[in-house]
């Protein structure tokens, strides 16, 4: 039928559909781009001759190793042992050969050792005791003299190997007591103790009303792992408590937290994860830091 206003002009044709309708509501047949079509057919033809020339199929023990015969697990691996052979032609076998006291002695080696220890440190211990070693709250300071195991290449290259409190059957293994937590100390004995071990350094802020019975407390709950004049203990792992150096804050809030509540931090194994030669050049990198004994 023709417009009225505009007898000339004739209605638009009806749509086409693909004759399914639904509650009244039809099915436009507009089919989809032939560029887009033959674009999807692209995809699909690329993805199986991928399936065909690549690993990709997941079989029961394995995968499907493809027409190629290309994995690039495999070409890692080649990779890797590569690099390996090549370390091992720089002297990375004498190192894992060697003891710590060897490298230190032979200035190739030392030299070697330090190298390889810096780029382990940056990718493995940096993360938690900072780039430069210098530690934060709760993770120690690498270049200070103040070594809770010991600061010897050897103690070092232990601590590195096995950890402490990591679950490894050679780990150092020391724990401070809840005092408070537990119930064996009150609170007041708690306050009195930590302002007490404070005042071994001249801390400022220390209530001297509380000295004389925080001596009293140490005496008979901290002595016998800091020892009776408090210089710590390094077979237990229990610190110096007369120096300034503090793991976890040296505030009386702070230190009477840690009475209270312990401290049970974790150093992990390395043992495993990395190599002989790497375990060793860390620990003469780290006792190279000018800290170690």
């Given amino acids: 039928m023709a417009n009225a206003a505009h007898p000339d002009r004739q209605p638009p044709p009806a749509p086409e ?34 399936w065909v020339a690549y690993p990709a199929w997941p079989l029961v023990s394995g995968y499907t190793a493809g027409v190629l015969g290309y994995s690039q697990r495999e070409s890692v691996l080649a990779e890797v042992e590569a690099v390996r052979q090549e370390r091992d032609a720089r002297g990375q076998a004498q190192l894992a050969s060697a003891s710590v006291g060897e490298i230190r002695a032979d200035p190739a080696l030392l030299r070697l050792a330090l190298a ?27 270049q200070d003299d103040d070594w809770l195991w010991g ?66 407390v140490f005496a008979g709950n901290c002595a016998g792992c800091h020892g009776e004049n408090a210089k710590g203990n390094p077979e237990l792992g229990a610190p110096n408590l007369a120096d300034r150096i503090w793991l976890y804050g040296s505030s009386p809030q702070q230190v009477a937290a840690t009475v209270s509540n312990g401290r ?19 620990a003469v990198y780290v006792h190279g830091l000018g800290g170690g004994k």
């Fill in 264 to 282: 049970k931090g974790v150093m992990p194994a390395w043992e495993g994860r990395l190599d002989q030669a790497t375990i060793k050049s860390l």
């Fill in 17 to 50: 559909t693909t004759g399914h309708e639904w509650d009244g509501i039809a099915e436009y047949n507009n089919p989809l781009p032939r560029w887009w079509l033959y674009g999807l057919y692209a995809t699909i033809v690329w993805a199986v001759g991928y």
């Fill in 116 to 142: 390889t220890g810096k780029a382990a440190f940056g990718d493995n211990c940096a993360a938690c005791h900072g780039t430069s070693a210098t530690g934060r709250t709760g993770y120690p300071n690498l």
């Fill in 151 to 216: 600061g010897t290449p050897e103690e070092i290259e232990r601590s590195i190997r096995f950890g402490a409190r990591s679950g490894n059957g050679e780990a150092h293994v020391g724990d401070m007591p809840a005092f408070g937590r537990d119930g064996v100390l009150t609170r007041a004995e708690v306050e009195a103790v930590a302002s007490y071990v404070l005042s071994l350094s001249d801390r400022p802020g220390v209530s001297g009303a509380n000295l004389e019975k925080g001596s009293e």
